[in-house]
C-alpha cells in the first residue's frame, strides 16, 4: 500500500513539475507585411488555442514537448508546422492569401473552434471585404450601413445618421478609430459614414459583455483599426463612383520596417449643380493617414490620423460646416514574451459651425477631448490571461459662440459658457479557463468623472432648474436667482462608479456552447438632442450638479452553434437592459443655443429587452446571412413629487429607438471568376412618432391638435427595402498589375416610399388637414469602377 502511495505521489509531483514554455510572435499578411488581427493560433493535439490582439501579437504558454502548429485565417491558406517545444520560443508567421479552396473550409472550421469556446459573445466583426459587397445607396461602400444589416442594430431611417443598438440612443455608442473617439459618425447628415473602407483593417461591434478596456457609453463600442501600410512594395487603391471618389496610396518608407498608407475621399455633385443655375452646395471630403516604425522586435511606433469636413450650402447666405479631427501616437511594447503592452496619446476633436449671411453672424461649436491610455495584456498561461490599464480623457466643452461677421448686422458677440471635466478609468480583467468546457471573462473598471470649475454656473432656488406648474399642469424653466464664478482647478461635481464585467462560455461539445454576461457601464457626456438621428447641431453635455451619469446593467445569454465543420453558423442571444438617469426633455424644450440647458432636462429610466437570432452561410459559391431581433425599447420619467406627473404621465413609453420586428438578409452569390451578385432586404417595425389627436379652428385655420400627455403613442408606416447589385470582374485581369472591377448597383429595387416622417397641414386648396409624407429615395441606381495597381 505504501508503495502504491508512494507512486501515485511521485506520478503527481512529475505531472506538476512538467516543464511549460511560451511560444509568441506575430502574424503578418505576407503580401503586405500588414500585422493581421484575430488570427487563430491552435495546437490540435492539446485542444488549445488563443487568436491575436489588435496589433497581430499572440502568445501561449503550453508544456513542453513536440506539436502540430495550426495558423488560420479565413481567406488565408493555413500554416500546418511541427515544433519542438523545450525552451520558450519566438516564432512569426506570414500567411498567404487564398481565393475559394478546401483550405478555406479548414480555416473557418479552426476558427468556429475558438469562437465557440470564447467567453466572449455579442460581438459581430466585418472585413473591409464583405462591407464593400453589400449594396448601398448611391454605391459607396459604408460600414454603418452594412452594420445595420446585422441583428440589434437600427438607424431611424433613410438619410438618418448614427445608429442604434439594442434599444439604445445614437450617443451610447462609443465609436473609436485607431482607439480615438469619433464624435460624429456621418457625412452628408448620414447618407454616407466618415469611414472609408479601402483604409480599414478590423471591424469590431461589442453590444453586451464588453470588456472592462472599453467604457464611457452604455450602449456598445465601435472598434476600428486602420491600415498600417504596405510595408514591401507601394500599392495605389482607388475607386470612381456617381457622387464620390476614393484614393489610397501606400507604401514602405524603409522596407519590411517601416509603412505609410494615406487615403483621401471627396464627393463632388455639387460640382454638376451650376450647369442647372443652382448655386447650393452638398459635400464632403476626408483624409485618413498611418505611419508605422519597427524599431525593433520588441517596440514599434504608430501614427494615425483622421481629418473629415461636410459643407451643406444654400447659395452663400447659409452654409453648414462640420467635421471631425483625431490624432493618435502610439507606442507597443514588448516587456516579454508573455507580457505585451500599448500606450497612446490621443487628441479628438469634432466642431460644428454656421455661416448665416442674410442676418450677418457666424456660429461654432464642438468638443475636445485629450486621452492618455496605457493598456497590458499579460499572457500568463495557457488558462489565464490578464488585461489590465488606465486611462485620462480631459474634455473641453463649446456649447457655442456668435460671431458678428457683417458691421451693419446689429448682431452682439455672444458666448455661451464652456465646460470642462476629466474622466479618469482604471481596469483589470482575466480570462480564466477553468476547464475543457467552462472559460471565464471577469473583471473590475472603476471610472471617476470630475466636473471642473467654469466662468459661471447658475444658481436656482432649492437647486430646482425645472419647475411644475400646477395650475397650467405642465413643467417649466425655472429662473435663475444668481451666479457663481469658478476657477478652472475647482471641482463642481464628482461622480464614481464600479463597473463589474462578467462573460462566460460552457461548451456542449466542439461544435456547440452556451454563453452567458453581465456587464456595467457608466457614462457621463450626454448628446443634447430631441430628434430620432443625431444633427450636427446637437451639443454634447457633460454630467454635473444638475445632469446625472447615465448607469447601465445589461444581462444577456445566448446558445451559439457551428454546423458542418463551419459551413454554417448559428447565433441567438436574449438580452435585458436598465438604465438609470436617462435624460428626458420637458414638452416644448429648446435645446439650440441654450445657456441654460438644465432647465429644459428631466432624469428618468429606460429599459430594452429582446431576442437575436444569426444564422450565416460561411463559405461556398454563396454566402450570406439572416438575422432578426424581436424587441422593445422604453422610457419612464416619474414625477418627483406626489404632485408631478411625470412626462407622459409617469407611465412607460416607446423610446424614439423602439423597433418591435427587424428582418435583414445579406446573400453574395459568385456565379464564375468574373461575375459576383449581392443582395440585401431589410424589413423594420415603423418608427414611434405622435399624430394629432384633434383639430380647432381659428380665423377659418384648422390647426392640428397634439395630446403632450402622449409620447411616441403611435407609428410610422413599416420600412421594408430591396437591394441588388453585380461585380464584373474583367478576365483581363490575370497576370497583370492593374487591377478593375465595376460594381452597378440597384438600391431600393422596388421603389418603396419609405417615410422618414410624416407632417400634418392644412390644404390650401380645400382647406383640410392633410398628412404628408416625407421620402428620402425611391430607386436609385449606382456604378462604381474600383482599381488597385
Known amino acids: 500500500m505504501k508503495k502504491i502511495y508512494f507512486l501515485f505521489l511521485l506520478l503527481s509531483l512529475s505531472a506538476f513539475s512538467q516543464e511549460k514554455y511560451t511560444v509568441s510572435g506575430t502574424v503578418y499578411d505576407n503580401s503586405s507585411n500588414e500585422t493581421l488581427i484575430g488570427v487563430s493560433v491552435y495546437f490540435p493535439e492539446l485542444n488549445a488555442g488563443t487568436t491575436t490582439n489588435e496589433y497581430g501579437f499572440y502568445s501561449l504558454t503550453i508544456p513542453e514537448g513536440t506539436y502540430k502548429i495550426q495558423i488560420s485565417y479565413l481567406g488565408f491558406s493555413t500554416i500546418i508546422e511541427t515544433i519542438n517545444l523545450s525552451e520558450k520560443l519566438t516564432k512569426n508567421f506570414n500567411l498567404k492569401e487564398e481565393t475559394e479552396s478546401l483550405g478555406e473550409i479548414i480555416i ?157 475621399r471627396a464627393s463632388y455633385a455639387h460640382l454638376f449643380l451650376p450647369l442647372f443655375d443652382n448655386d447650393n452646395k452638398a459635400y464632403f471630403y476626408d483624409l485618413n493617414g498611418k505611419f508605422n516604425y519597427r524599431i525593433d522586435e520588441q517596440n514599434n511606433i504608430f501614427l494615425s490620423t483622421y481629418f473629415g469636413k461636410d459643407v451643406f450650402g444654400v447659395s452663400d447666405n447659409f452654409v453648414n460646416e462640420y467635421g471631425n479631427t483625431v490624432v493618435n501616437l502610439r507606442w507597443n511594447h514588448l516587456f516579454s514574451d508573455k507580457i505585451f503592452s500599448n500606450l497612446s496619446l490621443i487628441y479628438s476633436d469634432y466642431f460644428y459651425g454656421l455661416i448665416l449671411d442674410f442676418v450677418g453672424f457666424e456660429w461654432d461649436s464642438g468638443i475636445t477631448n485629450y486621452n492618455l491610455k496605457y493598456d497590458f495584456k499579460h499572457y500568463l498561461n495557457d488558462k489565464f490571461k490578464l488585461s489590465y490599464g488606465v486611462n485620462n480623457i480631459y474634455n473641453r466643452f463649446n456649447p457655442g459662440e456668435i460671431i458678428p461677421n457683417r458691421a451693419d448686422s446689429g448682431i452682439q458677440s455672444e458666448k455661451l ?281 381659428v380665423q377659418g385655420l384648422n390647426v392640428p391638435i397634439f395630446d403632450d400627455n402622449r409620447r411616441n403613442a403611435d407609428r410610422l408606416p413599416a420600412f421594408h427595402r430591396l437591394d441588388i447589385s453585380a461585380t464584373l470582374t474583367p478576365e483581363k485581369n490575370k497576370n497583370r498589375k492593374w487591377q478593375g472591377e465595376w460594381i452597378f448597383g440597384l438600391y431600393n429595387l422596388y421603389g418603396r416610399q419609405n417615410a422618414a416622417s410624416i407632417n400634418f397641414r392644412q390644404n390650401r386648396e380645400t382647406l383640410r388637414n392633410e398628412a404628408v409624407q416625407t421620402s428620402i429615395f425611391g430607386l436609385v441606381p449606382s456604378v462604381t469602377y474600383n482599381f488597385e495597381f
Open 417 to 697: 459658457i464652456d465646460k470642462y471635466a476629466n474622466e479618469f478609468a482604471a481596469y483589470l480583467e482575466a480570462e480564466h479557463k477553468v476547464n475543457d468546457k467552462l472559460t471565464l471573462q471577469y473583471g473590475m473598471r472603476f471610472s471617476n468623472f470630475t466636473r471642473l470649475g467654469q466662468d459661471e454656473l447658475n444658481v436656482y432656488e432649492n437647486d430646482q432648474p425645472v419647475l411644475y406648474n400646477e395650475e397650467l399642469k405642465k413643467y417649466e424653466s425655472a429662473e435663475a436667482i444668481g451666479t457663481e464664478s469658478f476657477q478652472r482647478s475647482d471641482v463642481l461635481a464628482t461622480f464614481s462608479n464600479f463597473e463589474p464585467r462578467l462573460s462566460l462560455s460552457y461548451v456542449l461539445d466542439d461544435d456547440t456552447s452556451i454563453k452567458a454576461s453581465y456587464n456595467r457601464m457608466a457614462q457621463y457626456l450626454h448628446l443634447l438632442t430631441n430628434t430620432a438621428s443625431p444633427t450636427p447641431l446637437d451639443v454634447w453635455a457633460p454630467s454635473g450638479r444638475f445632469i446625472k451619469p447615465q448607469l447601465l446593467d445589461q444581462f444577456a445569454v445566448g446558445y451559439f452553434k457551428s454546423i458542418k465543420n463551419g459551413d454554417y453558423s448559428l447565433e441567438t442571444e436574449a438580452f435585458y437592459k436598465d438604465i438609470q438617469n436617462r435624460i428626458d426633455y420637458i414638452n416644448g424644450a429648446n435645446l439650440v443655443a441654450n445657456n441654460e440647458i438644465e432647465t429644459v432636462i428631466l432624469n428618468g429610466q429606460a429599459r430594452a429587452y429582446g431576442l437575436e437570432v444569426l444564422f450565416k452561410k460561411n463559405t461556398g459559391s454563396f454566402k450570406g446571412w439572416f438575422a432578426y431581433t424581436l424587441s422593445r425599447s422604453e422610457q419612464q420619467t416619474l414625477g418627483r413629487t406626489a404632485n408631478e406627473p411625470g412626462i407622459n404621465q409617469g407611465e412607460w413609453y416607446s423610446s424614439p429607438f423602439d423597433k418591435t420586428h427587424d428582418i435583414s438578409l445579406n446573400g453574395s452569390y459568385e456565379v464564375s471568376e468574373k461575375w459576383t451578385f449581392n443582395a440585401n432586404f431589410l424589413l423594420q417595425t415603423g418608427q414611434p412618432t405622435n399624430y394629432p389627436v384633434g383639430q380647432y379652428e
Open 108 to 264: 473557418e472550421a479552426d476558427i468556429e473552434k475558438i469562437n465557440i469556446r470564447s467567453p466572449q459573445m455579442s460581438v459581430n466583426k466585418l472585413t473591409s471585404a464583405s462591407i464593400k459587397q453589400i449594396p448601398v445607396v448611391l454605391g459607396e461602400a459604408d460600414v454603418i450601413k452594412s452594420l445595420i444589416l446585422l441583428p440589434g442594430v437600427t438607424s431611424a431611417g433613410e438619410g438618418a445618421s448614427g445608429f442604434n443598438v439594442r434599444g439604445g440612443a445614437a450617443d451610447q455608442n462609443l465609436i473609436l478609430l485607431d482607439e480615438a473617439i469619433v464624435f460624429n459618425s456621418s457625412h452628408l447628415f448620414g447618407f454616407f459614414s466618415v469611414f472609408n473602407p479601402d483604409v480599414i483593417k478590423d471591424v469590431k461591434l461589442y453590444k453586451g459583455g464588453i470588456p472592462a478596456r472599453f467604457g464611457g457609453r452604455l450602449s456598445s463600442v465601435l472598434d476600428i483599426y486602420q491600415k498600417e501600410g504596405n510595408s514591401k512594395e507601394f500599392n495605389v487603391t482607388g475607386g470612381i463612383g456617381l457622387v464620390s471618389s476614393r484614393l489610397l496610396v501606400e507604401g514602405p518608407i524603409e522596407k519590411e520596417k517601416s509603412s505609410f498608407v494615406v487615403a483621401g
